[in-house]
Nanobody
Framework: QLVESGGGSVQAGGSLRLSCVVS????????MAWYRRAPGKEREGVAS????????LYADSVKGRFTISQDNAKNTVYLVMNSLKPEDTAMYYC??????????????????????WGQGTQVTVS
């Protein structure tokens, strides 16, 4: 089970931190990712992180502004979002690919390779 939190409304240029708690699977063999879906658009990848060594990947649209990280002791993945823009407004979803070893898939496209999803948390930038 994945449970996200931390969304909200913020002005352009502001920051937010999203959290995703993973329950029921505490092994490092997994990819964790953040995806988002803006109104009228397809779901797209934002960032991913490999549970084993913390290698992270980012979509070009968020590189240099967003940072994905993990706390394995808390089984939690974070997404720190800085310099937020109105185009970052979307529902943000946490996703997990369990039993995975090696580099995570590039965070792009709708993320059909991920087999567990959270309920989403809304981020609104005005």
């Amino acid at each position: 089970q994945l449970v996200e939190s931390g969304g909200g409304s913020v002005q352009a240029g502001g920051s937010l931190r999203l959290s995703c708690v993973v329950s029921g699977y505490s092994y490092s063999s997994k990819c964790m990712a953040w995806y988002r879906r803006a109104p009228g658009k397809e779901r797209e990848g934002v960032a991913s992180i490999y549970g084993g060594d913390g290698t992270s990947l980012y979509a070009d649209s968020v590189k240099g502004r967003f940072t994905i990280s993990q706390d394995n002791a808390k089984n939690t993945v974070y997404l720190v979002m800085n310099s937020l823009k109105p185009e970052d407004t979307a529902m943000y979803y946490c996703a997990a690919l369990l039993g995975w070893n090696g580099a995570c898939p590039q965070p792009k496209g709708p993320g059909y390779e991920y087999n567990y999803w959270g309920q989403g948390t809304q981020v609104t930038v005005s």
